[in-house]
């Protein structure tokens, strides 16, 4: 293995997950379009993440439990912690040190973290 070329995760509600990566986290939708799915804009255009309908029945799941998912940021860290708290975004502590640079750490609307990383 090389690299993880692509990754979703399964929501309960995809209209209100869409909402929040987009209108709180600032994720910019690709053109790509899939009845199941909404598909995100990374890396020039190209799409590495996407929120989907479950695959299977998610009743009894914690969906969101052990998953981390990072996402590499251009700017300040504390700029985009502002920006969230502004924006009523769950955030999971204080921006902290990493060996890859400062981090911080949110939660969405089924309890998956999004770690978002200064690589400064």
């Known amino acids: ?3 993880l070329e692509f990754a979703s995760l399964q929501v309960r509600d995809l209209e209100a997950s869409k909402a929040f990566y987009t209108e709180k986290l600032g994720f910019e939708l690709s053109e790509m379009s899939n009845p199941d799915a909404v598909i ?6 190209e799409a590495s993440f ?3 309908k479950p695959l299977g029945s998610l009743d009894d799941k914690e969906v969101g ?5 990072w996402f590499a940021i251009d700017g300040e860290i504390a700029d985009l912690q502002q920006q969230f708290l502004e924006k009523g975004v769950t955030i999971l ?10 981090a911080l750490h949110v939660a969405d609307p089924d309890g998956y973290k999004l770690t978002f990383l200064e690589t400064k």
């Not at 995100?40 to 255009?45: A, E, L, P």
């Not at 502590?93 to 400062?102: H, I, M, N, S």
Request: glycine content about 14%; proline content about 7%; charged content about 25%.
């Open 1 to 3: 293995m090389r690299r």
């Open 40 to 45: 995100f804009k990374f890396n020039k255009g």
């Open 50 to 52: 996407a929120i989907r």
């Open 65 to 69: 439990n052990g998953v981390s998912v």
């Open 93 to 102: 502590g204080d921006v902290f040190p990493t060996p890859f640079g400062k």
